[in-house]
T-cell receptor, first 113, second 114 residues
């Protein structure tokens, strides 16, 4: 069974601080996606990483896919209150249907002004 | 609004009742997915349609659950004889026909079974 472990589970920081959240697995994924979810809403896709070692930047967010395609990290620079939310990583396995994603439990981020 | 639409947003029902949810995907997307999310967990895959064909079902989808996509457009998810353990957010997502793994989620239907 493929599992994705996210850490930390909760993170509360002050505006302006930097943070990194992690997504780890013992399984290899063909691609990995990061989503942000607000209470009462569906997840919104932030980025998809496909190549081992790949780094993608989205404004203050930096995403990295591990060389072995088993893990990923999300780094946020100078966090803002608007970054508050649940950050979910989701992996697409080999041989499964496209969109049959395996999600981690998420990291709940709170950025205080 | 050209996003994924789900109705109702909230549903409260008594144990043993049947409920049906509807999902309208993005119009040009031929792939449609149902996921379930409980508090403190990430979404869990339930089932997948390509056009009107249901191609994959999770073992989480018990016999009380049935999903349809009769004309390859909107989809419905029915739960018969609801149980308290069915309480969750039911999320629908659609994907474009180019084969990308990107999913676009709706806002979900929050089900509470009393």
């Amino acid at each position: 069974t493929q599992l994705l472990e996210q850490s930390p589970q909760f993170l509360s920081i002050q505006e302006g601080e930097n943070l990194t959240v992690y997504c780890n697995s013992s399984s290899v994924f063909s691609s990995l996606q990061w989503y942000r979810q607000e209470p009462g809403e569906g997840p919104v896709l932030l980025v998809t990483v496909v190549t081992g070692g790949e780094v993608k930047k989205l404004k203050r967010l930096t995403f990295q896919f591990g060389d072995a395609r088993k893990d990923s990290s999300l780094h946020i620079t100078a966090a803002q209150p608007g970054d508050t939310g649940l950050y979910l990583c989701a992996g697409a396995g080999y041989g499964g249907s496209q969109g049959n994603l395996i999600f981690g439990k998420g990291t709940k981020l709170s950025v205080k002004p | 609004d050209t996003g994924v639409s789900q109705n109702p947003r909230h549903k409260i029902t008594k144990r043993g009742q049947n409920v049906t949810f509807r999902c309208d995907p993005i119009s040009e997307h031929n792939r449609l997915y149902w996921y379930r999310q409980t508090l403190g967990q990430g979404p869990e895959f339930l089932t997948y349609f390509q056009n009107e064909a249901q191609l994959e079902k999770s073992r989480l989808l018990s016999d009380r659950f049935s999903a349809e996509r009769p004309k390859g457009s909107f989809s419905t998810l029915e739960i018969q004889r609801t149980e308290q353990g069915d309480s969750a957010m039911y999320l629908c997502a659609s994907g474009d026909p180019r084969g990308s793994e990107k999913l676009f989620f709706g806002s979900g239907t929050q089900l509470s079974v009393l």
